[in-house]
């Protein structure tokens, strides 16, 4: 079946580590997105990828890295600058600009 | 920069009562407009969506008219089941910005039987 993988589903961060959240597809998406989800604030994005080899930043990039080495693949570092990180981080591609999104799972990172 | 806003919720209904979502925006161009739908621990999933004035998106019973006029794109629903209780997102997404979709602060819904 094809779609969007994320993992783990939870991941936990100790002061001052990075973490890699992992965010695979096989549906042959140019595009990749990154969202962070706040209870109560919706969804903002991170970082996007309209094609390999290069990535935008989104509202909300401080304390994060992607890389877009491959097409089928999108993970998003959150470094020791992000004070802030617990969220739900969810994952999303489209065949190009202005198409629909298909989301991966999620995953809920939580500092220890 | 554009923006999205949604009325907030939580939105409890009885089974089978109508639904209507209030969703305007904000752009400085021409949006193509959606509703996501999340359920409980997972990704959000597309419900409809248009991509012009007057288009109406439907799916799953539910319903939204692209309202240019009053920049909104109210979700409706005429008869709602325990099933679509979720948190529901509008979003709209400009070309002219590479796409990127801008989601408003989400509106949990809860179906009562």
């Known amino acids: 079946d094809g779609g969007i993988t994320q993992s783990p589903k939870y991941l936990f961060r100790k002061e001052g580590q990075n973490v890699t959240l992992s965010c695979e597809q096989n549906?042959?998406?140019?595009?990749m997105y990154w969202y962070r989800q706040d209870p109560g604030q919706g969804l903002r994005l991170i970082y996007y990828?309209?094609?390999?080899?290069?990535?935008q930043k989104g509202d909300i990039a401080e304390g994060y890295s992607v890389s877009r080495e491959k097409k089928e693949s999108f993970p998003l570092t959150v470094t020791s600058a992000q004070k802030n990180p617990t969220a739900f981080y969810l994952c999303?591609?489209?065949?190009?600009?202005?198409?629909?999104?298909?989301f991966g799972s999620g995953t809920q990172l939580s500092v220890l | 920069g554009d923006s999205v806003t949604q009325m907030e919720g939580p939105v409890t209904l009885s089974e089978e009562a109508f639904l209507t979502i209030n969703c305007t925006y904000t752009a400085t161009g021409y949006p193509s407009l959606f509703w996501y739908v999340q359920y409980p621990g997972e990704g959000l999933q597309l419900l409809l969506k248009?991509?012009?004035?007057?288009d109406k998106g439907s799916n799953k019973g539910f319903e939204a008219t692209y309202r240019k006029e009053t920049t909104s794109f109210h979700l409706e629903k005429g008869s709602v089941q325990v099933s679509d209780s979720a948190v529901y997102f509008c979003a709209l997404s400009e070309r002219n910005q590479g796409g990127k979709l801008i989601f408003g602060q989400g509106t949990e819904l809860s179906v009562k039987p």
């Open positions: 990828s309209q094609i390999v080899n290069d990535f």
């Open positions: 999303a591609s489209s065949t190009g600009v202005g198409e629909k999104l298909f």
């Open positions: 549906l042959n998406h140019d595009a």
């Open positions: 248009a991509t012009k004035a007057d």
